[in-house]
Nanobody, 122 residues
């Protein structure tokens, strides 16, 4: 089992930046592909970004490409999501996820965090 805890969300204004963190604990001796998803009010869960075990391969959704960057620190079992140029459309609960599969193009994940809320005011 792996436990994931997100942090770093908050209330910001349009154009601001935030850096989300996701700390993994439990059976972290095995490598995991990590991903970020978001779910806005009244919307379905949406893929945001993913990163491979080594951190060498990343993929981002078109809606955030050029604004959001995913990275990881394996020594600290933590994955990050740097979000720049935030808009009200980015308002959502952001969830971290982990998978034993290293295919960054897969949307299947084994473990999920509870999420951290990001609210962007206009």
């Amino acid at each position: 089992q792996v436990q994931l805890v997100e942090s770093g969300g908050g209330l910001v204004q349009t154009g601001d930046s935030l850096r989300l963190s996701c700390a993994a604990s439990g059976r972290t001796s095995s490598p995991y592909r990590m991903g970020w998803f978001r779910q806005g009010p009244g919307k379905e869960r949406e893929f945001v970004a993913a990163i491979s075990w080594s951190g060498g391969v990343t993929v981002c959704a078109d809606s955030v490409k050029g604004r959001f960057t995913i990275s990881r620190d394996n020594a600290k079992n933590t994955v990050f999501l740097q979000m720049n140029g935030l808009t009200p459309e980015d308002t959502a609960a952001y969830l971290c996820a982990a998978s034993r599969s290293d295919s960054v193009y897969s949307r299947a994940y084994d473990y999920w965090g509870q999420g951290t809320q990001v609210t962007v005011s206009s």
